[in-house]
């Protein structure tokens, strides 16, 4: 048999989805799941560590929901940003509300940023404040797992630059999907949220990724529309505020409900799940970026190459998240 036919469906998929030199690059280039000759990607089973920075804006939290009902292979949260260990008791608390106490909590990297944290005094005073050794955490989830894992950030990437300078033969073992990034940001200014909370983290940590496969970024360029926010007249909210919600449900609007008083909330993180899901609504190309001494990207022929999201279909998406909340 030759090399081809002994490759592994996953590698074959990977081999077809992304381009190469004889594809036109020009173009967007969907990344979804493999076509069915090839059956589901070893990957989409891997363990899941999520990276989350809620607590502020409640599409983290919106996510987090998403990922206890859809991914029995979530194995960990940690918190980035954190605000004295009150993110990861209130990840705790949510998880806990949302069936999956199995999963683990780490509080992460504090960079010491005191704003946009709205649930103060959510969280019950008798969730326990959580561990805080992320590297030994991760470790433990790799003992005894021979393949890779799916690591979805959703903050800044202070927790995997700590895991890349103490464990790198790990980060090595990791598919990475991180929202963040962008292009085209809205103040020309300034670098993407969660490249801006830790610049430095986000430089140093780039360079690494692509060493080991194009790293999947969704860009804020993408994420940043208003046809996936949801308001008060959205009808997931309405669900969530109606008399017989669900425990996770009445936290979710209240979440809502604090941080509307003054922002949109607009998917970014959950659409960054359902891109690590595979799910197919989201398309990407590769691309060569670069992060200047503040952590903003430009397109460099002599950067780092990525999955770079430039389009995704917001009506599915949101149909999709409607049924995974349902």
Request: net charge negative.
């Amino acid at each position: 048999m030759g090399e081809d036919s002994e490759r592994d469906p996953e590698d074959e998929w990977m081999a077809l989805a992304w381009m190469d030199a004889t594809s036109d690059e020009s173009g967007p280039l969907l990344v979804g799941g493999p076509p069915p000759p090839f059956g589901v990607p070893a990957i989409a089973r891997a363990p899941m560590i999520i990276d989350t920075d809620a607590g502020g804006d409640p599409d983290d939290s919106v996510a987090l929901v998403v990922a206890a009902r859809l991914v029995p292979e979530l194995a960990l949260v940690v918190t980035s940003d954190e605000f004295d260990g009150e993110r990861a008791r209130f990840v705790r608390w949510l998880l806990d509300l949302a069936g999956r106490s199995d999963v683990r909590v780490v509080a992460g990297s504090d960079v010491g940023n005191r704003r946009g944290f709205v649930v103060g005094g959510m969280c019950p005073a008798g969730v326990p404040r959580q561990e805080t050794d992320v590297v030994a955490a991760v470790s433990e989830i790799f003992a005894g797992l021979d393949g890779r894992l799916r690591w979805v950030g959703m903050g800044p990437l202070s927790n995997l630059a700590t895991v890349q300078r103490e464990r790198p033969e790990l980060v090595a073992r990791m598919v990475v999907t991180q929202m963040g990034g962008a292009i085209n940001y809205r103040d020309p200014l300034r670098a993407e949220h969660n490249f801006r909370a830790d610049p430095d983290a986000a430089i140093e940590i780039l360079p690494t990724l692509g060493r080991w496969g194009p790293p999947t970024f969704v860009l804020s360029d993408v994420t940043f529309n208003p046809a996936i926010e949801i308001t008060a007249e959205s009808p997931l909210y309405k669900r969530w505020a109606a008399p017989d919600a669900r425990p996770w449900e009445r936290v979710l609007r209240e979440h809502f409900d604090r941080w509307m008083a003054k922002y949109p909330c607009i998917q970014h993180d959950a659409l960054t799940l359902a891109a690590a899901l595979l799910w197919p609504g989201v398309r990407f190309v590769r691309e060569r970026v670069a992060l200047d001494s503040i952590a903003r990207m430009t397109p460099s022929a002599d950067g780092v190459e990525i999955a770079m999201s430039v389009s995704a279909d917001y009506s599915a998406f949101m149909a999709w998240l409607d049924k995974a909340l349902s």
